[in-house]
């Protein structure tokens, strides 16, 4: 190859960038699937789903779950 044919040194520094931007954005782009994989399948399944139960039970459940999620987050650390 010939000095005329042969890429400079700012051509190769910028295919650098070029293909550490692809990277990232191919990692940025998996995110999503990794965050609804770990996301629960229904947050609140046993709220109550009638427009009469709602204002007489929804504050008991409400309460409930509150209660129950940070006594279930720490039987889950001490566990590990």
Do not use: K, Y
């Not at 995110?31 to 609140?44: F, I, L, T, W, Y």
């Not at 427009?51 to 459940?61: C, K, Q, S």
């Amino acid at each position: 190859m010939t000095a005329d044919t042969q890429p400079s040194d700012t051509a190769r520094a910028s295919n650098d960038i070029v293909a550490a931007v692809l990277e990232e954005r191919e990692e940025i782009n998996t995110m999503p699937n990794d965050v609804a994989a770990s996301a629960p399948g229904d947050a609140r399944r046993h709220r109550p789903e009638s427009a009469t139960d709602n204002p007489l039970l929804g504050p008991f459940v409400a309460v409930a779950d509150r209660t129950r999620d940070p006594i279930r987050n720490a039987m889950d650390t001490s566990v590990r």
